[in-house]
C-alpha cells in the first residue's frame, strides 16, 4: 500500500497493532523470524486482554493516587508532581486503549474496523504518545527535586516550591505537545478498492506535505524527538539518581563516623524511606521502557527490522510487548505507594477507609478507656475501676463494694485529651 513509507519507522516502532498485520497481506510480503501463528497470537493476548485489563486496574489506582497526593496533609511540591505524574498515566491509558481497541474492534467489524484505524490513527497515536513522554519528564522532574534535597538541603525550598512545580508542569506539558504536533501532520484518510473485500474502504495515506518534506519529517521524527523523548530523560533519571544514591551514602557514612556509637543517628528513617520509593519508581521505569528504547535503536540500525523488512513479524511482536510494558509502568506507581510509603498508606486509609475505622473504633472493647469514679452519695464508698466508652453513654446499674446493690443513673460524659487520659462529670439522681 502506498500509504506508508519503508523508512518511516523509528517512532512508530511500538505501535504496531492488527491493523497493520492486514495492511502487509495486500501486499503479499514475506515475514520471517517468527510465524504469522506466533505473531498473531502475541497482538491477540495483547490488545484484547492484557493490555485492557492493566490499563483498567491501573487507571483505579491512578484516581486513588490524586487524591490521597492532592490531600492537605501531604500536599508537597513532590505530591503535586507526582499527582502530574498519575494524571498524565491515566490519560495515556485511556488514549492507549483507544488506540489499541482497533484490534477488538477488527473482530467483530471489519469495515468499521478500517474507518476507526484511518480516522482516529493520528489523533490518538499523537495524544497518547504525548502523555506517555510527558511522564517521562516529571519523573525526571521528581528525581532532580529529591538530587537538590539531599545535596542542598537547605536550598531545595527557594529552587522547588509547589508554585515553581506547577509551572513547570504545564511548561513540559505545552513543549511536549508542541514538539510532537508534526505527528498529526504525517498521514490523512484515503479511500481504496479492497479486491478481498470487494467493496471500497478506508485506510491511512501520506500527506502531499509529508512527501514534499519527507526527509526532514524524517530526521525530526526519527532522531530529534527519539533522543529528546526518549533516550535524553532515562539517561537524566539514571545519572540523578546515582548522584542521590552517591549523595545519601556519604551522608550515612558521615553520621556513622561523628556517631560511631548511636545508630539513631547514622541511619536516617526519612532518608531511607525516600531511597526506597525512588529507587522502586525509578527501576519500574527502566525496566519498562528500556525495551521500547532498544526496540527503537534496533529499528534504526538494524536494516529490514521494520514494519517492512525480512524481520516483519519480530519486529511486530517486540512492538507490542514493549507497549505493553509502558502500560504497566503507567499502572503500577498507585502499588509503588501502597508498599513503600507509610505516609501515602496514612492518608490513603483516611481518606477511603474513614468509615470503616469510625465502627472499628465503636464496637471494639479494647478501645474503651478504663475511668475511675468517685461517689459521694450515702451508703456509697467507692466504684471500683468501670470500663466505658469514650462517648456518651448511660449506666444503670454498677457494682458497689461493702455496701448492698444501689440503682444509679449514672450518666458519664467522657473526653479524651492528647495523652489518652479521661475527664469524667458524673451525676447521680
Known amino acids: 500500500m502506498s500509504g506508508f513509507h519503508k523508512n518511516s519507522t523509528s517512532i512508530f516502532?511500538?505501535?504496531?497493532?492488527?491493523?497493520?498485520?492486514?495492511?502487509?497481506?495486500?501486499?503479499?510480503?514475506?515475514?520471517?523470524?517468527?510465524?504469522?501463528?506466533?505473531?498473531?497470537?502475541?497482538?491477540?493476548?495483547?490488545?484484547?486482554?492484557?493490555?485492557?485489563?492493566?490499563?483498567?486496574?491501573?487507571?483505579?489506582?491512578?484516581?486513588?493516587?490524586?487524591?490521597?497526593?492532592?490531600?492537605?496533609?501531604?500536599?508537597?511540591?513532590?505530591?503535586?508532581?507526582?499527582?502530574?505524574?498519575?494524571?498524565?498515566?491515566?490519560?495515556?491509558?485511556?488514549?492507549?486503549?483507544?488506540?489499541?481497541?482497533?484490534?477488538?474492534?477488527?473482530?467483530?467489524?471489519?469495515?468499521?474496523?478500517?474507518?476507526?484505524?484511518?480516522?482516529?490513527?493520528?489523533?490518538?497515536?499523537?495524544?497518547?504518545?504525548?502523555?506517555?513522554?510527558?511522564?517521562?519528564?516529571?519523573?525526571?522532574?521528581?528525581?532532580?527535586?529529591?538530587?537538590?534535597?539531599?545535596?542542598?538541603?537547605?536550598?531545595?525550598?527557594?529552587?522547588?516550591?509547589?508554585?515553581n512545580m506547577l509551572i513547570f508542569v504545564v511548561i513540559i506539558s505545552t513543549l511536549t505537545f508542541l514538539f510532537l504536533s508534526p505527528l498529526c501532520l504525517k498521514y490523512t484518510v484515503g479511500y481504496m478498492y479492497d479486491r478481498r473485500l470487494k467493496t471500497v474502504r478506508a485506510y491511512l495515506n501520506e500527506t502531499d506535505y509529508y512527501r514534499e518534506n519527507r526527509n526532514l519529517f524524517d530526521n525530526y521524527i526519527n532522531y530529534f524527538l527519539v533522543i529528546a523523548f526518549r533516550y535524553l530523560p532515562m539517561a537524566l533519571v539514571v545519572v540523578i539518581n546515582t548522584q542521590i544514591g552517591t549523595a545519601l551514602l556519604k551522608n550515612r557514612r558521615s553520621r556513622q563516623m561523628a556517631f560511631p556509637n548511636n545508630k539513631k543517628f547514622a541511619v536516617s528513617e526519612e532518608e531511607h524511606r525516600?531511597?526506597?520509593?525512588?529507587?522502586?519508581?525509578?527501576?519500574?521505569?527502566?525496566?519498562?521502557?528500556?525495551?521500547?528504547?532498544?526496540?527503537?535503536?534496533?529499528?534504526?540500525?538494524?536494516?529490514?527490522?521494520?514494519?517492512?523488512?525480512?524481520?516483519?513479524?519480530?519486529?511486530?511482536?517486540?512492538?507490542?510487548?514493549?507497549?505493553?510494558?509502558?502500560?504497566?509502568?503507567?499502572?503500577?506507581?498507585?502499588?509503588?505507594?501502597?508498599?513503600?510509603?507509610?505516609?501515602?498508606?496514612?492518608?490513603?486509609?483516611?481518606?477511603?477507609c474513614r468509615c470503616t475505622a469510625k465502627l472499628q473504633a465503636t464496637v471494639a472493647p479494647d478501645s474503651f478507656p478504663k475511668v475511675k469514679l468517685l461517689m459521694t452519695q450515702p451508703n456509697v464508698k467507692k466504684i471500683s475501676s468501670l470500663e466505658v466508652p469514650s462517648t456518651s453513654m448511660t449506666i444503670s446499674t454498677v457494682a458497689v463494694p461493702d455496701t448492698t446493690l444501689t440503682m444509679l443513673a449514672l450518666e458519664v460524659r467522657c473526653t479524651t485529651s492528647h495523652d489518652n487520659s479521661i475527664q469524667t462529670d458524673p451525676t447521680l439522681t
Open 13 to 163: 516502532a511500538i505501535d504496531i497493532s492488527s491493523s497493520n498485520i492486514s495492511n502487509l497481506s495486500d501486499n503479499g510480503l514475506q515475514r520471517l523470524t517468527f510465524s504469522d501463528k506466533v505473531t498473531d497470537e502475541i497482538i491477540f493476548v495483547t490488545e484484547c486482554f492484557l493490555s485492557p485489563i492493566i490499563s483498567f486496574i491501573g487507571l483505579i489506582g491512578n484516581v486513588f493516587s490524586i487524591a490521597v497526593l492532592l490531600h492537605t496533609k501531604i500536599r508537597t511540591t513532590t505530591s503535586v508532581c507526582l499527582a502530574a505524574l498519575a494524571v498524565s498515566n491515566s490519560l495515556f491509558l485511556i488514549t492507549n486503549t483507544l488506540w489499541k481497541s482497533s484490534g477488538i474492534i477488527k473482530r467483530f467489524d471489519i469495515m468499521l474496523y478500517y474507518e476507526y484505524y484511518a480516522y482516529g490513527f493520528s489523533v490518538l497515536f499523537y495524544m497518547k504518545t504525548s502523555f506517555s513522554r510527558i511522564s517521562s519528564w516529571l519523573i525526571v522532574a521528581i528525581a532532580s527535586e529529591k538530587m537538590v534535597a539531599v545535596t542542598f538541603p537547605l536550598k531545595v525550598k527557594n529552587f522547588f516550591t509547589i508554585k
Open 274 to 352: 525516600i531511597t526506597i520509593v525512588l529507587v522502586t519508581v525509578v527501576t519500574s521505569f527502566i525496566i519498562c521502557l528500556l525495551p521500547g528504547n532498544i526496540h527503537v535503536a534496533v529499528t534504526m540500525a538494524v536494516d529490514g527490522y521494520n514494519l517492512y523488512g525480512k524481520f516483519q513479524n519480530l519486529y511486530i511482536a517486540m512492538g507490542n510487548i514493549s507497549l505493553l510494558l509502558e502500560v504497566v509502568n503507567s499502572s503500577v506507581i498507585f502499588f509503588i505507594y501502597m508498599t513503600t510509603s507509610k505516609q501515602f498508606i496514612k492518608t490513603f486509609k483516611l481518606i477511603f
